[in-house]
């Protein structure tokens, strides 16, 4: 069957320090992963998504990158951690446009 | 681009209350659109979803009908529960955009 990872599960990170937060998935191979976040106040908004190994693509300018260095793992960085990039952090597979899988998610404080 | 507009809450029932969470969105051609639920301390989960105008989705006693002509997936249950409470996301995926666009979330809480 298929399961979604996600690590670290929270996250305490002073301003200016780095990030990277890891999603792997088992049971499948060549999926469409995708980053949301969750702000304050604010709905799911898609950061990344990714086709492939090496495939990236933004949707929303900011500090933040992704990479896609295996096919099954997914990574989210940040050189410079800002107070705004607080928040939950949701790793999504979508095997078809009506089929989505959610990982557990990691909640970022940034202080 | 797509955009997904849900009645923000908290929203506050009695139990065995009719329950109606307004959502409507904006997206090019026909999107599939989704209701998710996130329990507390749990993760997103799909709680119904609807491909096609006029189809209606349903789980657990929520429905909400896909109105193509209102661009409206408002969210309905006649007899809301305690176990209800949660926060509540509209979602649509397609409209030429890739990956899910999902409202702000309504919180529900059910009074005993």
């Known amino acids: 069957s298929q399961t979604i990872h996600q690590w670290p599960a929270t996250l305490v990170q002073p301003v200016g320090s780095p990030l990277s937060l890891e999603c792997t998935v088992e049971?499948?191979?060549?999926?469409?992963l995708y980053w949301y976040r969750q702000a304050a106040g604010r709905g799911l908004q898609l950061l990344f998504y990714?086709?492939?190994?090496?495939?990236i693509s933004s949707e929303v300018p900011q500090n933040l990158s992704a990479s896609r260095p295996q096919d099954r793992q997914f990574i989210l960085s940040s050189k410079k951690l800002l107070l705004s990039d607080s928040g939950f952090y949701l790793c999504?597979?979508?095997?078809?446009?009506?089929?989505?899988?959610f990982g557990p998610g990691t909640r970022l404080l940034v202080l | 681009g797509n955009s997904v507009t849900q009645m923000e809450g908290p929203v506050t029932l009695s139990e065995e209350a009719f329950l109606t969470i307004n959502c409507t969105y904006t997206?090019?051609?026909?999107?599939?659109l989704f209701w998710y639920v996130q329990y507390p301390g749990e993760g997103l989960q799909l709680l119904l979803k609807?491909?096609?105008?006029?189809d209606k989705g349903s789980n657990k006693g929520f429905e909400a009908t896909y109105r193509k002509e209102t661009t409206s997936f408002h969210l309905e249950k006649g007899s809301v529960q305690v176990s209800d409470s949660a926060v509540y996301f509209c979602?649509?995926?397609?409209?030429?955009?890739?990956?899910?666009?999902f409202g702000k979330g309504t919180h529900l809480i059910i009074q005993p």
């Open positions: 999504v597979w979508s095997p078809g446009k009506e089929t989505q899988y």
């Open positions: 049971g499948t191979s060549n999926p469409n």
């Open positions: 990714s086709v492939g190994i090496g495939q």
């Open positions: 997206a090019t051609g026909y999107p599939s």
């Open positions: 609807a491909t096609k105008a006029d």
């Open positions: 979602a649509l995926i397609g409209g030429g955009a890739d990956g899910l666009t």
